[in-house]
């Protein structure tokens, strides 16, 4: 005789829901909820995936894009940068792709392997997030060795020369861009607009013999002759460094090293980018864990595939 608790005979004997029927109901729910959660997921990182190749591509087709830059920088970095967002941003967007396919799908070979290759992404990108941090030090003096080398020996040497041509316009256009002069420091430094007169080819072999620094390093507002020419003030451009403080500066030409002021709009916008960097791995984050729970909704419930 079958039991009076079982819920076929409840359900049978009275107008109220089964313990059967509540279950297979939670089930669903939950099912649905973890398959729009999944969804909703991969498709932010879809669009974070497709954002940064995007972005990838358009360093690479840009003006002034890795070649040029490599050549001012005098490394690779920016050059493999490009080709990393491309290559990471395209996999992130593929890897996506497949947990919106195996959630709609439930199924659950997708659904592990996209649970295991974003973990992989997830590891991979967290690693190479604290290698950039521990060796940010170092690399920023390679950095600025490395601009110092390609100003002192390249900037306005030998423009019939493509690669040369090319270092001083992008040198140009950063010292207008930015607002600089030079590779690092202040007006008392050697290596800020000081560079081009102590150091540089392109002072020796010059247009002019009284031209000091280059007309990109001068403020378009002010007067041109008393920023790149030798004149009566008694600071920069005609006074060399080391200045005794307190000392003028020119209000007619720039100052700082243009890896300084680089550094500074990173330094400017780095709420902005550890925002979106940490939202990214969030989302990552959530997209694994909503992937393994469906795979493993999906599994009790029977299916095989």
Same mark, same amino acid.
């Given at each position: 005789m079958q039991s009076i608790y079982s $819920?076929?005979?409840r359900c049978r004997s009275c107008g109220y829901m089964s313990f059967c029927s509540l279950f297979q109901m939670t089930m %669903? !729910? %939950? =099912? %649905? /909820? *973890?398959k729009t959660g999944s969804l909703i997921f991969n498709l932010l990182v879809f669009l974070a995936g497709a954002a940064c190749t995007a972005l990838g591509v358009y360093i690479l087709v840009s003006d002034y894009g890795p070649r040029e830059l490599s050549g001012v920088l005098g490394n690779e970095l920016y050059h493999i940068a490009a080709y990393v967002a491309i290559a990471g941003g395209a996999a992130i967007a593929i890897i996506s792709l497949c947990g919106c396919v195996g959630a709609t799908k439930e199924s659950k070979i997708i659904l592990a392997l996209y649970s295991v290759l974003m973990t992989i992404v997830f590891i991979? +990108? *967290?690693?190479? #997030?604290? +290698?950039? /941090?521990l060796f940010l030090g170092q690399t920023s003096h390679q950095t600025r060795e490395s601009m110092k080398t390609v100003l002192v020996e390249k900037y306005g040497v030998d423009q019939e020369n493509p690669e040369n041509r090319v270092?001083?316009?992008m040198w140009d256009f950063l010292q207008t861009q930015l607002k600089c002069c030079g590779v690092s420091g202040d007006a008392n430094s050697t290596d800020s607009w000081a560079i081009y007169?102590?150091?540089s080819e392109w002072y020796r072999t010059r247009e002019s013999s009284d031209l000091l620094v280059p007309k990109s390093c001068c403020n378009p507002n002010g007067d041109v002759? =008393?920023?790149s020419r030798a004149s009566s003030f008694d !600071? $920069?451009?005609n006074a060399d460094p080391p200045y005794s403080a307190p000392y003028r500066k020119n209000p007619h030409m720039y100052h700082t090293g243009c890896y300084d002021e680089i550094v500074h709009y990173i330094q400017g916008? #780095? +709420?902005m980018i550890g925002g979106i960097a940490i939202a990214a791995i969030v989302v990552m984050l959530f997209g694994v864990i909503f992937g393994v729970c469906l795979c493993r909704s999906i599994r009790s419930r029977g299916y095989r595939y």
């Open positions: $819920p076929r005979t %669903s !729910g %939950s =099912m %649905s /909820f *973890l991979v +990108l *967290l690693t190479t #997030a604290v +290698l950039i /941090f270092v001083t316009e007169k102590t150091k002759t =008393m920023c !600071g $920069p451009p916008h #780095a +709420l």
